[in-house]
């Protein structure tokens, strides 16, 4: 993962993170309720993603 990649997927990871904060707890729409639904798995899973991609690089330097 070059550096530009990461730093490209931890600013999403913040804007999520900032959605997540700033949503609506009762919002009557069912577009920001997948929004969010999506919102929640990219939380969870860009980390893994950047962690797996970081180690795997580190890994294959050596």
């Known amino acids: 993962m070059d ?14 993170l900032i959605f997540i904060q700033t949503a609506s707890g009762t919002s009557d729409s069912q577009v920001l309720d997948a929004i969010g639904i999506v919102a929640i ?11 797996v ?10």
């Open 3 to 16: 550096r530009t990649e990461l730093v490209q997927t931890l600013t999403l990871w913040f804007v999520v």
């Open 53 to 62: 991609n970081v180690v795997s690089d580190f890994i294959g330097d050596q």
């Open 41 to 51: 798995l990219l939380m969870y899973l860009l980390p893994v993603w950047i962690i």
